[in-house]
Every structure is written in structure tokens, then in C-alpha cells.
């Protein structure tokens, strides 16, 4: 028989492994991984390239329409596409993550990803992170996770990951972004980071990445996830506003 679509949502600040976690945890479980960063990355290069500044509310939101947001998967992994050109490469800079922390506390650009990131999770098991996948995106999911660890661990791991693929850092400043964009992110009156009552809280500052995505494993097991009938395909899906 059929089962129903299991849904996990994975909530929690810049750094703390959400995606690595998720990308995971999703292999694991032959679920679909959602990352909805990526989409509000997106929004941001589409600004970024048209030289629209993230403060200026009234342009972004008049604007946000033109910049169409597809996510596609080829061989389990998410591809993200503005406009039809592929950015997945060129929306993981520092540069574009500050813009998109910037943007998405505007209310158009969140009301244009909603729907998008609703459709993707229906009818589909997926693991999806971001920051307010279990208080607003899907309130219904199976499981939530706020996954956390302190700001000086997030900005080594994050500090470690730009110095393997050769960009030059300083742990410092990248500490600093941290902080402020949990502040921008934890503080914005719409859709903030904020742990949903019904979430598992899991602090990664001293697991593994093994031991994180053992306890979400176990957590979806206990929440009732039977893995029987499941499998994922290429597919892709466009926003529609
Ligand atoms: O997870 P990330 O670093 O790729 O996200 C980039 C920014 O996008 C983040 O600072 C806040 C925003 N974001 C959001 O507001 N809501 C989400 N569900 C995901 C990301």
C-alpha cells in the first residue's frame, strides 16, 4: 500500500551543518533534500547582478517577480536555475549569502519562494532546511529539527570550508557575519529563525556529522517513518507568482 510523504524540516542559523546534515540524512533515507537557502541565494544574485541594493525595500519587492526560480534534480542532486541559467556554483559566496539574508526579510520575496518550496514537499518525502521550514513553510512536517551550535564553532567550520577551496578568509570577520546574520535573521518581524514548539533541538558543537544524522534517523523512526514503497526521481519545479 501507498504510504504517505514523510517530511522533515530542518531549521537553525548560517553554519551549523544544516545542509551537509541534510544532504545526508536524505541519501540515507533515498529522500529528496530541499535546500531553500539556495532559492533565497538566488533572489539575491538576480539583485546583486542588476545593482539593486539590499535595503531598498520598495525596488526588491517590486522587482522579485522577474527573477524565476527553478529547482531541479539531476541524479539526487538540487540545481537551482534563475531565469533558466543554472547558478548553483555562483550563489555560494559570501557576498550573495549576505544579500540573501538581506532580501528574505522583505515579505514579496518570501511570498515568492512559499508556494515553489510547499510543492516541492508534496507528495514527496523530503528533508528540506532553511530557516522557517517548521514554524511557516510546513507547519505539518513530520519531524522538525532546530539543529544549533555556538557562533565560534560555525565560523571555524565555515572558515575551514573557504580555505579548502582557496578562498582567502579571516575567522575573525567571518565569526562577525555570523552573528550578524543570525541577528538579521533571528529579528526580521517576518517568517524569523525561531525554534518551532515541536521541535528536537540538537546542538552539533561537539557531534559529528555521523552522530547528527543518527539522531535525526532515529528521531523520523520514531516519529513514525516507515521506509517501504519510496524513491526519487528527476524532476523539477518552477515558482508560479
Ligand atoms: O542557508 P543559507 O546560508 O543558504 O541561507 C541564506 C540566507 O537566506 C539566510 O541568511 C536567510 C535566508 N533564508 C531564509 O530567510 N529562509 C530560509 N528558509 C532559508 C534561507
Do not use: W
Not at 3 to 14: E, K, T, V
Not at 160 to 185: P, S, W
Not at 191 to 210: C, F, G, M, R
Request: aromatic share 6%; net charge negative.
Amino acid at each position: 500500500m501507498e504510504r504517505n510523504a514523510f517530511n522533515i524540516a530542518i531549521d537553525g542559523p548560517a553554519g551549523a551543518g544544516k545542509s551537509t546534515i541534510a544532504r545526508q540524512v536524505a541519501r540515507e533515507l533515498e529522500f529528496v533534500y530541499v535546500d531553500t537557502g539556495a532559492m533565497y541565494r538566488a533572489i539575491a544574485l538576480y539583485f546583486l547582478r542588476k545593482g539593486v541594493a539590499g535595503t531598498d525595500e520598495a525596488a526588491v519587492s517590486s522587482q522579485v517577480g522577474e527573477a524565476g526560480i527553478t529547482i531541479r534534480y539531476q541524479d539526487g542532486t538540487q540545481q537551482v536555475l534563475l531565469n533558466g541559467e543554472d547558478v548553483s556554483g555562483e550563489i555560494r559566496t559570501e557576498a550573495v549569502g549576505n544579500m540573501a539574508s538581506a532580501v528574505s526579510a522583505y515579505p514579496a520575496v518570501r511570498a515568492h519562494l512559499l508556494g515553489l518550496q510547499r510543492s516541492l514537499a508534496a507528495g514527496t518525502d523530503v528533508i528540506m532546511d532553511g530557516r522557517d521550514i517548521g514554524t511557516c513553510v510546513l507547519p505539518e512536517a513530520d519531524l522538525k529539527v532546530f539543529l544549533s551550535a555556538s557562533s565560534a564553532v560555525r565560523a571555524k567550520r565555515r572558515f575551514k570550508e573557504l580555505t579548502e577551496k582557496g578562498v582567502a578568509c579571516n575567522l575573525q570577520e567571518i565569526e562577525q557575519d555570523i552573528i550578524e546574520r543570525d541577528k538579521r535573521d533571528m529579528n526580521r518581524e517576518i517568517a524569523p529563525l525561531k525554534q518551532a514548539e515541536d521541535a528536537v533541538y540538537l546542538d552539533s558543537s561537539n557531534l559529528t556529522i555521523e552522530q547528527v544524522v543518527e539522531a535525526i534517523i532515529t528521531a523520523a523512526f520514531s516519529k513514525g517513518l516507515n521506509l517501504s514503497g519510496a524513491g526519487g526521481e528527476d524532476f523539477s519545479v518552477e515558482e508560479e507568482g
